[in-house]
């Protein structure tokens, strides 16, 4: 099996369905990083004039990922990683 290339390479949004509280929508921002088999992600609140910041998705190079932050639960964060893994730019 081939493993799929993450392709998010600039500033999109995602919708996050909470289980407890308001569903919101989230930006994702890439990182300019210096470690070229880490690929990290910034996730901020949309929308407000002071973003808050959930957190951070880390992928290695197989795709394995981990969240650093407090913010989003199991879930969310799940949700947060597979959007970014399959994310598909608009033509």
Do not use: C
């Not at 973003?51 to 964060?77: R, V």
């Amino acid at each position: 099996m081939t493993m799929k290339s993450i392709t998010l390479e600039r500033e999109a949004r995602a919708w996050l369905k909470r289980r407890n509280g308001a569903d919101e929508v989230i930006n994702i921002v890439p990182a300019i990083e210096e470690y070229q088999a880490v690929k990290t992600y910034h996730l901020y609140t949309a929308y407000e004039v002071q973003p808050e910041f959930l957190g951070s998705i880390l992928f290695d190079a197989d795709n394995n990922w981990i969240y650093n932050g407090n913010d989003l639960s199991i879930n969310e964060q799940e949700q947060m990683a597979a959007f970014i893994i399959n994310y598909q730019e608009r033509l």
